[in-house]
């Protein structure tokens, strides 16, 4: 089980320069651009190449209707990051049960990767989001036991980023079918 039954995730969490909301295809003009400026950056940052120069609208929308199932039904959660004023897409949090990359994980154990847009890499809008989850993921807002931020082993400013925030190295695991080596940070209690 990923979280528990009784337990209902956060519909929102608002700070002085972000909101992150469940992502859905409502977003799908805001998250696209996001994307499409972020392109290089992401495919660094996923070990794969998507986004590709041709990908469409289309086939993004599709995308954020299958997360927003996944959110539905409990299966993972994914919320875009936004302005405050909602214009703007920022990136995007992914939590998923800890289950998806280790077979025999505990209930209630998530794993949990972010991006924010490159443009913002430079003004530290990646460490101002670690900041809000470390917040919320450690305050009465979540229900896990146990939450792991990880980034692929090659990318060294997020790994930097964790490391600048306090985050201990709690464990490497090698995910070929996912871009190479990731490397995770307890995200609770530091």
Not at 121 to 130: D, F, N, P, S, Y
Not at 140 to 150: G, N
Request: glycine share 4%; charged share 25%; net charge negative.
């Amino acid at each position: 089980m990923f979280y528990p039954e009784t337990a209902v995730p956060p519909t929102k969490l608002q700070t002085e320069a972000l909101l992150f909301v469940p992502l859905s295809p409502a977003h799908v003009h805001r998250d696209y651009d996001a994307l499409m400026v972020s392109k290089e950056m992401l495919r660094v940052w996923g070990g794969h190449g998507w986004p590709s120069d041709d990908f469409t609208l289309e086939a993004n929308l599709q995308d954020l209707e299958w997360h927003h199932l996944e959110h539905q039904e409990n299966i993972a959660y994914t919320y875009t990051i936004l302005t405050p004023d909602e214009h703007e897409c920022l990136g995007c949090v992914y939590i998923k049960p800890l289950s998806d990359i280790q077979e025999d994980a505990p209930d209630y154990h998530a794993i949990v990767r972010y991006w924010v847009i490159e443009p913002q890499l430079a003004h530290g809008l990646e460490i101002r989001v670690l900041d809000a989850l470390i917040n919320w993921f450690n305050s009465d807002a979540w229900q896990f036991e146990r939450v792991l931020l990880h980034a692929r082993q090659v990318d060294e400013r997020q790994l930097a980023t964790f490391v600048e925030a306090g985050l201990a190295e709690s464990d490497t695991i090698d995910l070929p079918d996912r871009g190479g080596s990731f490397i995770f940070f307890d995200l609770l209690q530091i």
